[in-house]
């Protein structure tokens, strides 16, 4: 299967002033746009297949500025979790709230005030990953990279998925500004090849070309490497 690029947006004014964006038309500031030409510079040795986007302009943004000769193609699943009425409070006060506890500990049953739920939020962009994923895989073959510029929360959610782990831990995870975070699915099980890179090499995380081989040893792409293996080729 194709490689998945998880990229968060670049840091906003609302980030920068310790707010809580939520699906507002925030933008980039000074900081979250320097930071989104370096990741460009970064990604710039891979060939990706594709890219899509959320739709809200932090992400278009950040995609401007990053890969400014992408075509982007805007994925609605990748949209920012519905916080409802939380958006646009500063995170001081909303830490004050009783459903803050239940965010931290038991987000698969926090449900936003005019908003959505957590679990919702990762159900609706795990759907979308996998199937951009498949449609990659089959267009492109498996050795295929592509980018998904999305939020932090709905980064982490996606990661969760991937390491089998219950939403109610993905708060342990760390998804940074303008950050990439790798995910090779393969038939039977995802893979977690990056998580919060924000200064590594990013070329290695293209694929080799496989050697000819017969079709039922196709299967080993879903083996992990026992004792950890030799890592990417470099």
Known sequence: MATLLLLRHGRTTANADGGLAGRQPVELDETGRAQAVAVGDRLRP?????????????????LELALPQAEPV???????????????????????????????????????PDGESMAQMSARAVAAVRAWDARITAEHGPEAVWLACSHGDVIKAIVADALGMHLDLFQRLVADPASVTAIRYTPLRPFL????????????????????RRRAA?????????????GSAG
Not at 50 to 62: K, M
Not at 201 to 210: E, F, I, Q, T
Not at 218 to 230: I, K, M
């Open 46 to 62: 891979v060939p990706l297949a594709a890219v899509v986007t959320s739709p809200l302009i932090r992400c278009r943004q950040t």
């Open 74 to 112: 805007v994925e609605e699943g990748l949209i920012e979790c519905g916080y409802g009425a939380w958006e646009g409070q500063p995170l001081k006060k909303l830490a004050k709230e009783p459903l803050w506890p239940v965010v931290q500990q038991h987000p698969s049953a926090a449900v936003f």
């Open 193 to 212: 090849v990056r998580l919060n890179d924000t200064g590594g090499d990013l070329a290695a995380l293209v694929p080799p070309r496989p050697k000819r």
């Open 218 to 230: 196709r299967a080993v792409d879903s083996d992990a490497a026992v004792g950890g293996g030799a």
